[in-house]
């Protein structure tokens, strides 16, 4: 696990952090980042297709976050493993993009992008599209990602802030 550098939108100096989690390898698992303003739905347009539902769970009956892993209907090769305010079954149909989740005071991404081109530990390499991410939900390295996501717990009371203007834009 190590830090890296806060985006343009985590607004909240109180609740931004982000953390890449890699695997023995080096290879980046996961990225977290916390701190942005509550997230809303419905700014997220749906997909011309059904995306496919790998795997899928809630995190906490009580809270509103889901882990969902979908593979991209568009593009069959990629894939998105998240926590996100969608449940499973809605997040089928939403395009396979970070969708955040909510937490008190705010909103957060922790994720894992799924490329075409990206290797999966314990995967034949000539699988492809949804049968390559069924079989790379069957390993050991997807059950200790789905556990780290799942073990999500906010620590501390995040005083909420106004929305802001980003002080950066992105690429810049």
Known sequence: MKEITNEYYQYNPEAAASIEFTNPDGQV???????ADPWAEEAI???????????????????????????DAASPDSAVIELTELSPDQQAGYPAVAVPFNYQGGSATFERK???????????????????MRAYAKTEEYAQLKSLMMSFEQL???????PQEPTETPGT
């Not at 698992?29 to 701190?35: K, S």
């Not at 509103?64 to 593979?71: C, E, G, K, S």
């Not at 799924?114 to 390559?132: F, S």
């Not at 501390?156 to 106004?162: A, N, T, W």
């Open 45 to 71: 347009p749906p997909p011309a297709k059904d995306n496919v539902l790998i795997d899928g769970g809630t995190l906490n009956e009580e809270k509103d976050a889901h882990l969902t892993f979908v593979a």
């Open 29 to 35: 698992m996961a990225t977290l980042r916390t701190g």
């Open 114 to 132: 799924i490329g075409p081109k990206d290797e999966l530990t314990d995967v034949d390499a000539d699988l492809k599209g949804a049968e390559r």
């Open 156 to 162: 501390k009371d995040i005083q909420e802030q106004p």
